[in-house]
Nanobody
């Protein structure tokens, strides 16, 4: 299993930037696809971005393409989400997630970090 701890959330004005970090424990981190999802109040949890085990492939939701960048440092067991040009509609709790066992689905989650973008 892997345990995930997010950090870096906060309050930012529209147009600003934040970088989220997710520290993972467990020896299997370097083999795991990692991702970020978010959940706004009253809405379902939505996919934001994902990155393969070696960083060779990334995927983004259409709503964040060109503004968000996912990356990882396997030596530090950490995955990042750089968020630029933030919009009020990006306000949500952001969750780090892992696909443990290469199931094709995220099955381990962090506790989440709040991102609030003011207009």
């Amino acid at each position: 299993q892997v345990q995930l701890v997010e950090s870096g959330g906060g309050l930012v004005q529209a147009g600003g930037s934040l970088r989220l970090s997710c520290a993972a424990s467990g020896r299997t981190f370097t083999t795991i696809t990692m991702g970020w999802l978010r959940q706004a109040p009253g809405k379902e949890r939505d996919f934001v971005a994902a990155i393969t085990w070696n960083g060779g492939s990334t995927h983004y939701a259409d709503s964040v393409k060109g503004r968000f960048t996912i990356s990882r440092e396997n030596a530090k067991n950490t995955v990042y989400l750089q968020m630029n040009s933030l919009k009020p509609e990006d306000t949500a709790v952001y969750y780090c997630a892992a696909d443990v066992g290469a199931t094709g689905d995220f099955n381990s989650w962090g506790q989440g970090t709040q991102v609030t973008v003011s207009s």
